[in-house]
């Protein structure tokens, strides 16, 4: 996903309506909670074949490439963040999978790019459905308070940049309630990058 872009939902724009940050119909009628994501190209095609490899058929020799490039696909928001945290993944899900995708991914950018790395900074306060299948309202409702920051990892939120780390975006509904829970325990500003984004006539009007 390349320029124009924009600015907040990370989504492409058909055409610039001029120089600076520019916003999306679908970002204006509805704000998202988080600053900013960013993502590195449509969750379409390849790119979901690759992703679905690396989730789902451990193929983690993708890490790498998805690390370069999400650090290149995020420079903006990455260029003055304090920390990277990993979106986290229910303990049944985590027992069955074996790995959290998100964690590996966030753990490649903090190498790439020098990053501190806080990947307990949010837990899930509570078991949530597979949000595959529902509607962007439902994912909403799915989601809605099911993330949390441990008390004892307030200190490496407050004050400061967080961006999160996801692999794909779909509504941004995971993204805003991630945020949310970051901001309510201090978190200056909550960025978000993922590999991809699924973009429909909605999100690019």
């Not at 920390?83 to 790995?99: E, G, K, S």
């Amino acid at each position: 996903i390349r320029p124009p872009l924009c600015d907040r939902l990370g989504i492409p724009l058909s055409f610039s309506v001029g120089d600076g940050p520019q916003l999306s119909a679908a970002a204006i009628a509805e704000p998202p909670v988080y600053g900013r994501a960013r993502a590195v190209a449509r969750f379409d095609g390849a790119m979901r074949d690759l992703v679905h490899a690396y989730k789902y058929a451990d193929r983690h020799d993708a890490g790498r490439l998805f690390g370069r490039w999400l650090a290149e696909a995020g420079r903006d928001v990455l260029a003055d963040a304090d920390a990277l945290v990993p979106v986290p993944l229910a303990r049944w899900r985590l027992f069955n999978r074996r790995y959290n995708q998100a964690a590996m991914l966030a753990l490649e950018v903090a190498r790439i790019t020098g990053h501190a790395y806080v990947p307990t900074a949010l837990r899930r306060a509570r078991a949530t459905r597979s949000q595959v299948g529902l509607t962007p309202d439902q994912r909403r409702r799915n989601v809605a308070g099911a993330f949390a920051v441990p008390p004892g990892h307030r200190s490496a939120i407050e004050g400061r940049a967080i961006v999160i780390v996801d692999d794909v975006v779909t509504t941004g509904a995971t993204l805003d309630a991630c945020a949310r829970a970051l901001l309510a325990a201090g978190a200056a500003r909550v960025d978000a990058i993922a590999v991809a984004i699924a973009i429909d006539g909605r999100r690019t009007a």
